[in-house]
Each structure stands twice: as structure tokens, then as C-alpha cells.
């Protein structure tokens, strides 16, 4: 399951946060004086979220004011199993060198964290909190695991690193699920921009506004809520959410160029396409992948945007290469369109509102049953599935339950018996038949009663 680490220097409250995550009988029974664990793991539960949380508090005691190397080899230990962070301060005590240094190991982890501003009963941690925005790891959550305060905003931190509950797809129902052509295209397209600082994010975004104030009368003038901003290009309608709103949220955290992987997922989860931006001059860096991946996870349409095109050079063999990055680098949204721009020059943007119209199409495309079993027949009779302990694998058939994005039910003998290898070849082959290049593809195994 999701894996959450409490980190922090001795003595800010990690394992009073840790006991009212799992609940007080567990802790109770694990919390034997004396001895020494390099860490507890526990069931956490905050509202419907449910995780594992490591507490690296065992050797609280031993190691106060020095950071031991055995707690250093603990922390990194919890951080390498989690998959997000939460790291506690004492808002009472405001930030110490040791924090700092813990700190640091956080943000090396490169890995969702969350800023926990312990020990804010009351607001007497406002100053700590108001410190610990240089660390640079986002705005603080202030609570007191000790009272109870402030588990409300702990959830919404958490919330949105968590992913969403697999959705287990609907038994097929046409009627359900298609939305006609005339609906879809009534609709405006939700869009996000993200990608590492500096890629050109918020240039792109002001100059797609000056554009649509230039092309809209006054009177209909733009709406600029906090999130998004609604945008008309060529007759169809995009609502891109506001990545440079909520950069001036988080001011300081822009300064210390860190990528905040909560803002990034908040705006995945609010297009249906997400571009990617990168810089054309240093592209699909390990950051990049990561967004990338996340785009995959959330399941949304991707559209790469490779920006700053106006600084480049031979750019008919940059193109090329490209593609082939593209391909090798993110197999799991094999054939995303990319596209050149520059926001700071305006170029590409048609270019670019076409590839997300497109790939907004294909992430709602759906593959009519017949079609796709004869597909399915074909791909298994060139390559079979590989028999499991002499017993044959059965493939029965295969259907579509719903698009956003295309997502399939595979009816076979046994689902544990169906290897990721084999279901990355039909998935493969599924998107080459039926032309759905770029978009995530889902194939959900079910066993046939
Ligand atoms: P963000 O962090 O992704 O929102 O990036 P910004 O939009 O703040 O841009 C970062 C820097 O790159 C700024 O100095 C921009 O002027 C510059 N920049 C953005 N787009 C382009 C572009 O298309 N060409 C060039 N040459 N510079 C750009």
C-alpha cells in the first residue's frame, strides 16, 4: 500500500503524530519503554485515507541534539521504502540546525513531502511555522498531534499525493459511458501546463491570455477565478488551470526552484490533457520523467511541449531525435504528440491547441467489441500467451468499459497467470490497431466464472 514516512529530527512529536495516525490501542501495545526499533510501521487511517506509516522515532532518545549515523541510516532506510514524507518540525521550538539537516535529506529523497508544523495548538506555532517556509519544503501544515488540531489540512496534504482508488471498470454498458461527439466537443477541453521551474510554464499560459484578449471583445473579457481561466482558440473552448496563481502562492518555494510534485499532481488531476513542458535545452531529465509518470498514473492525455524552440539550432534533426527520446524515455505513452514551441515568441501555439484537441480525442476514443476481438484474435494467435506450470492460459475476449482513458476488461482462466510483459505486448499492439498513440491504455484481468 501507499507508504508514508514521518521523518524529523528527535523530540518534534513524530511518534505522538504516529500513534494518532494508527490509533491509540496499536500504540499502546508497540510502545514498550527501552526498546530501540529502527522504526514501527503501522495501519494509518485519516479520514477515507488509508496508508502504511513508518515512525523513525526509535532512537529518539539516545540521539538528542546530534544527528547519530545510525539515525541518518534510519531516516534514509524509512525514506527509501515510502513513497511520500512527511517531515515534522516543532513549531514551538522554531527551526534548529538539525532540522535543517533533515531537511536536506528530505528533499534529496526527491520524493512528495509534506511539511508538518507540530506542536501549533492554539496558534503558538505560528512563528515556527512562518520559519519554516525556508526550508523550501512548501507551505507548513500546522497541527498538534497531540491534540487532534489541524488533522483536517494534514488530509488535504495527503489527499492529494495519495493515488486515486483504482476504479475497477463497469461490466460494458454503451448507454452509460458514450458521450456523443457534439457533447464532447460542447465541452471545454481542461488543460493543465506542467513541468520542471523555468520551463516556460506561466509565459506560455500569459501569452495564451494576451491572445484571447486580443481575439475576445471587451465585454466578454476573460474570467479569472483562483484555479483556472477559461479560453476560446479557434471556436473551441479550453479552460487551462492557472499554474502561475498558484506559483504566487508559494513564492518561496519558486525561489528555491524546487518542483513541488503536490502542486504538479493538483494540476494533473484537474485537466483531462496535461502538456508537458519541457526546456528544448535540457530535455527529459529525470524530473521530467517523473511528471511524466505521473500524467500516466493519473491516467490524463499528454501532449509533450518542447519549449524555447526559438534558441535552438538544427531543428529539423532535433526533431527526429525527439521522437525517438519521446519513445525510449516514456514507452508508456508511446507516440505522444510533441510539439515545438515558444512561448516567448508565440510560435507553435496553433500547433500546440491542435495536438491537445487530438489527443483529447483519442483519450475518449472507443473501440467498438467486434473490431476489437478481431484485433484481440490475431494479436494472440501471433503471440500466445505463455502456458503457466504445463497448464494452458486461456484468453477469452476482450471488451471496452470506458474512454478517459481507454480502459479495457480481459476476460481469461486466471488473472495471476497473465505476466505484465504479456499484457505490455497487447497493449502495445492495441495501440498500434487502433491508432491511440500517446494516451494511457488500462487492461483490467478478470477471471471468466
Ligand atoms: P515556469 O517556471 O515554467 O513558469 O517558467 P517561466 O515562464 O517563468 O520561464 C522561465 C524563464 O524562461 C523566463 O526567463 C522566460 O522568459 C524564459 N522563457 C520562457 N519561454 C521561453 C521561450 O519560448 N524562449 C526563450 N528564449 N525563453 C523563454
Request: glycine residues 8%.
Amino acid at each position: 500500500s501507499f507508504t508514508i514516512a514521518i521523518i524529523g529530527r528527535p523530540n518534534v512529536g513524530k511518534s505522538t503524530l504516529f500513534n494518532r495516525l494508527v490509533g491509540q490501542k496499536l500504540a499502546l501495545v508497540d510502545d514498550e519503554p527501552g526498546v530501540t526499533r529502527d522504526r514501527r510501521e503501522g495501519n494509518a487511517r485519516l479520514g477515507d485515507l488509508e496508508f502504511t506509516v513508518i515512525d523513525t522515532a526509535g532512537l529518539d532518545e539516545g540521539a538528542k541534539g546530534s544527528l547519530t549515523a545510525r539515525m541518518q541510516e534510519q531516516t534514509e532506510t524509512a525514506i527509501g521504502l515510502a513513497d511520500a514524507l512527511m517531515f515534522v518540525i516543532d513549531a514551538r521550538a522554531g527551526l534548529t540546525p538539525n532540522d535543517r539537516a533533515f531537511a536536506d535529506f528530505a528533499r534529496r529523497a526527491n520524493k512528495p513531502v509534506v511539511l508538518v508544523a507540530n506542536k501549533s495548538e492554539g496558534k503558538h506555532g505560528e512563528i515556527g511555522a512562518m520559519e519554516s517556509y525556508a526550508l523550501g519544503l512548501g507551505d507548513p501544515i500546522q497541527i498538534s498531534a497531540e491534540h487532534g488540531e489541524g488533522m483536517s489540512d494534514l488530509y488535504d496534504a495527503l489527499r492529494v499525493l495519495m493515488p486515486e482508488p483504482v476504479e475497477e471498470p463497469e461490466e460494458f454498458d454503451d448507454d452509460d459511458v458514450i458521450v456523443s461527439d457534439e457533447e464532447l466537443a460542447q465541452r471545454p477541453i481542461r488543460v493543465a501546463i506542467v513541468g520542471r521551474p523555468n520551463a516556460g510554464k506561466s509565459t506560455l499560459i500569459n501569452h495564451l491570455l494576451g491572445e484571447e484578449r486580443l481575439l475576445t471583445s471587451a465585454e466578454a473579457g476573460t474570467t479569472r477565478d483562483s484555479i483556472s481561466v477559461e479560453i476560446t482558440w479557434q471556436g473551441r473552448d479550453f479552460r487551462v488551470f492557472d499554474t502561475a496563481g498558484l506559483r504566487r502562492r508559494s513564492r518561496i518555494e519558486e525561489k528555491l526552484e524546487k518542483l513541488s510534485v503536490a502542486d504538479a499532481l493538483r494540476a494533473i488531476r484537474f485537466a483531462e490533457v496535461v502538456v508537458m513542458m519541457m526546456d528544448a535545452q535540457n530535455r527529459f531529465e529525470e524530473q521530467d520523467l517523473r511528471i511524466a509518470d505521473l500524467i500516466e498514473r493519473e491516467g490524463r492525455a499528454i501532449v509533450l511541449a518542447v519549449n524555447k524552440w526559438d534558441l535552438m539550432e538544427r531543428k529539423p534533426h532535433l526533431i527526429s531525435a525527439l521522437r525517438s527520446d519521446a519513445d525510449h524515455w516514456l514507452p508508456q505513452v508511446k507516440g505522444a504528440p510533441i510539439v515545438a514551441v515558444s512561448g516567448l515568441m508565440g510560435e507553435g501555439i496553433d500547433r500546440l491547441m491542435t495536438a491537445i484537441q487530438d489527443a483529447y480525442a483519442v483519450w475518449n476514443k472507443r473501440v467498438p467489441t467486434a473490431a476489437l476481438n478481431r484485433w484481440f484474435e490475431q494479436a494472440v494467435d501471433a503471440n500466445p500467451p505463455p502456458a503457466v506450470s504445463g497448464r494452458r492460459l486461456k484468453l477469452n475476449y476482450i471488451t471496452q468499459t470506458k474512454g478517459r482513458p481507454p480502459s479495457f476488461v480481459l476476460f481469461c482462466s486466471r488473472a495471476d497467470a497473465v505476466p505484465q510483459s504479456y499484457l505490455r505486448y497487447l497493449t502495445n499492439s492495441l495501440r498500434e490497431a487502433f491508432d491511440l498513440p500517446g494516451t494511457p491504455i488500462r487492461i483490467t484481468l478478470r477471471e471468466k466464472a
